[in-house]
């Protein structure tokens, strides 16, 4: 079987990943090759049950076209989902649906200095415990926050490694790892599979313990000269003389972050703010989140201020974005888009206060419906994003290579 057409299977299986459902003709347009070639490489598919067919296209006065899909059983992918403080582990199947529980680890990365030794045996754990053999895993894609070099596998933030994260962890694993900043994974599921689907200019911004941004641009994720483009949190706004993650003082994540939210909220109980909230969840801040937005979310008048005081200043950042690239479509994902649109008010009232109309008007502002688990599918898009890479290279030797 000739290197090439492996190749051209490969990518039907990832543009099938990639758009879930498509036809003969739709794999031509998006391969750029010949209907006879892309329907005889579709058929061996068919016969190695690699894919399936999903019905017939919507009608448009002809012969509907027939549709087809990638298994989802055909590989899987495990996703990881880091952030400061916690780490989730699952594995998905090639249509990002879970398989089985979700494991949470508590792994705080800041002065950590085995954050590693624990992200390995973590992952190791799971895969021990998964009810497929490691043979059927494509790869590990982890989402990870920090200055990231995925080429180099190196995160300049966290994980120090005597070599680098990639090779110690597919040292130890023995499956090819994938690794990338978790605001831009979050902003590749949104563009994949998201409200930034089929966009050509988006800003994807990262509600978390920070606040990050993700920047489609022309269509692709734009990552600027050494890969470190996106860092939003860091954007020094604020004349507040607080000390920043990043050594700085006044930056955007010193008065907006989810963090900020959770120490707002507990000063707020303090002083005698009537809330439904118990100041007992402030033990833990992701429990300390949740119970925030929920209460937001139920109509808690001051769980609602506090969003609304940090979507004011968040619009504010946002606004300088507008000014500067113009974007059709701002997102607002991560974990602190479980809030949903109460984010929507304070933000356009900033951007009513700062932007010029003229930009402001023609940018619109979107709740992402993936959420929190947009940086799990954005871990797992990393990997089928190299799907065809992984074909020759030395982990080569892997099951879509016997089917094709």
């Known amino acids: 079987m000739s290197i090439k057409k492996d190749q051209n299977k490969l990518g039907i299986i990832k543009e099938l990943y990639i758009s879930r459902s498509l036809s003969c003709a739709d794999l031509c347009e998006r391969r750029d090759k010949s209907l006879p070639l892309i329907t005889k490489l579709v058929n061996e598919l068919l016969e190695d049950e690699v894919i399936v067919e999903s019905g017939f296209a919507a009608s448009t006065g002809g012969r509907r076209a027939l549709m087809y899909s990638i298994r989802p059983d055909f590989l899987y992918v495990i996703a990881v989902s880091m952030d400061q403080l916690i780490t989730r582990i699952a594995l998905m199947d ?24 624990d992200l390995t045996t973590a992952i190791d754990s799971f895969i021990q415990n998964i009810p497929i053999t490691p043979d059927k895993i494509i790869g590990i894609g982890i989402a990870m926050p920090g200055f990231i070099n995925p080429e180099k596998g190196i995160n300049y933030s966290f994980l120090q490694a005597e070599d680098n994260i990639v090779t110690h962890l597919e040292q130890t694993l023995s ?55 996106g860092e939003f949190s860091h954007i020094p706004l604020f004349n507040n003389n607080k000390l920043c993650s990043c050594g700085k003082h006044g930056c955007l994540e010193t008065e907006t972050s ?19 909230l118990d100041a007992q969840v402030f033990g833990d801040p992701e429990e300390a989140n949740l119970a925030i937005i929920r209460a937001a979310l139920n109509g808690d008048k001051f769980a609602v201020e506090l969003l609304s005081e940090i979507g004011l200043k968040i619009g504010r950042g946002v606004s300088i974005l507008i000014h500067l690239l113009n974007p059709k479509l701002i997102v607002l994902s991560g974990r602190g888009a479980m809030a949903g649109k109460i ?26 419906e993936l959420g929190y688990q947009a940086e799990m599918i954005g871990a797992a898009a990393l990997v089928m994003e190299n799907f065809e890479q992984l074909h020759l290279s030395k982990f080569s030797a892997t099951p879509y290579e016997q089917v094709l």
């Open 94 to 117: 090639l249509h990002n649906n879970y398989i089985g529980a979700i494991k949470k680890v508590d792994l705080p990365l800041k002065e950590n200095d085995h954050a590693l030794l």
């Open 175 to 229: 499956i090819p790892v994938f690794i990338d900043n978790d605001s831009s994974l979050i902003a590749l599921a949104e563009l994949r599979f998201g409200a930034a689907l089929q966009e050509k200019n988006a800003m994807v911004i990262n509600m978390g313990w920070g606040v990050g941004l993700g920047m489609i641009l022309d269509g692709a994720l734009y990552r600027g000269e050494i890969g470190f483009a």
């Open 258 to 276: 989810l963090l900020v939210l959770v120490e707002n909220a507990r000063k707020g109980i303090e002083q005698g703010r009537a809330t439904t």
């Open 343 to 368: 984010w929507q008010a304070p933000i356009q009232q900033a951007l009513n206060e700062y932007c010029i109309p003229r930009l402001a008007d023609n940018t619109v502002i979107k709740v992402s």
